[in-house]
């Protein structure tokens, strides 16, 4: 099986990858920095599931740091190289703007790097669903035009996106960009809503409900997002041989790059999100009902005809069971 890198490797998507291409064979080095953005206990107790795992290594780097990440590149030789890591948080980003620049675009810079001059043969990377931005045509399509993002999270994911055509389309780089939305599951990120409602829930603390529950979210589970990315990472991005230039495909290239949005096809309200994990929790939530939040959109709903056809693949794990696993999970976890 392959070499894979996978940055990221302590965070909620990484840890769950990670944990997949272990189980099929591949060898994977997991990197990462460990920032104290969350809990960094959750991020060691994750990595803790992957260490002593056959065919596993952790490095602790960041992206940033060009010149331990050239010698590992020269070093380990990856067949393929998964990017998850990056300054998560579109609300974090309003206030700490330099830290995305400086993961996000500098730190992306250098895995490009590292891949054009080490053979690298895939580059798959994370984007956001938050790149769609002001767009309202629903469902959000790769293939529609995303220009206007409304936070600055998404303009450095959009950012990766045109760094990834252009060594696709310079140095023959495959690189496939994976639109995520919003995925939750068990060892989720603790800033996420799922996350914040069910520790404020069996708190007995009131939780901050945005929009006043009317926002619309296509929740993806995390086991659907690990699928997708592992289909996809097994299949090499290639050139669109119909991709024309007076009238572009934002979504494929006349370079080896493609799109693909990950998302459930199933846009939820987030009342009802909160009612089904007050069934799970067999507890009320107390709702304080606010207006939206600078950079948040008020929907999201993914097209996903593009992942079907060429990996045979789309999410489709029901609400009701996606949270049920992460309320055993958080019960399991934080023993309560």
Partial sequence: MAKILVTGAAGFIGY?????????GDEVVGLDNLNDYYDVRLKQARLAQLEGTP???????????????????QAERFEKVVNLAAQAGVRHSLENPHVYISSNIVGFMNILEGCRHNSVKHLVYASSSSVYGANTTMPFSVHHNVDHPVSLY?????SNELMAHTYSSLYGLPTTGLRFFT????????DMALFLFTKAILE????????????????TYIDDIVEGVVRVT????????????DAPDPGS?????????????????????IETLERCLGKAAVKNLLPMQTGDVPATHADVDDLMRDVSFAPATPLEEGIGRFVEWYRWYYAC
Avoid: Q
């Fill in 183 to 190: 995925v939750y599951g068990p060892w989720g990120r603790p």
């Fill in 16 to 24: 769950h990858l990670s944990k997949r291409l272990l189980a099929r």
């Fill in 234 to 245: 097994d299949k090499t991005a290639t050139a669109n041989p119909a991709w024309r230039g």
């Fill in 154 to 158: 998404a303009a450095t994911k959009k």
């Fill in 253 to 273: 290239s006349y370079a080896p790059y493609r799109i693909y949005n990950i998302g459930n096809n199933t846009p939820v309200e987030l009342m009802h999100f």
């Fill in 204 to 219: 007995g603390r009131p939780i901050d409900v945005f929009n006043e529950g009317k926002m619309r979210r296509d929740f």
């Fill in 55 to 73: 065919g596993f290594r952790f490095v602790k780097c960041s992206l940033e740091d060009r010149e331990t990440l050239e010698k590992l590149f």
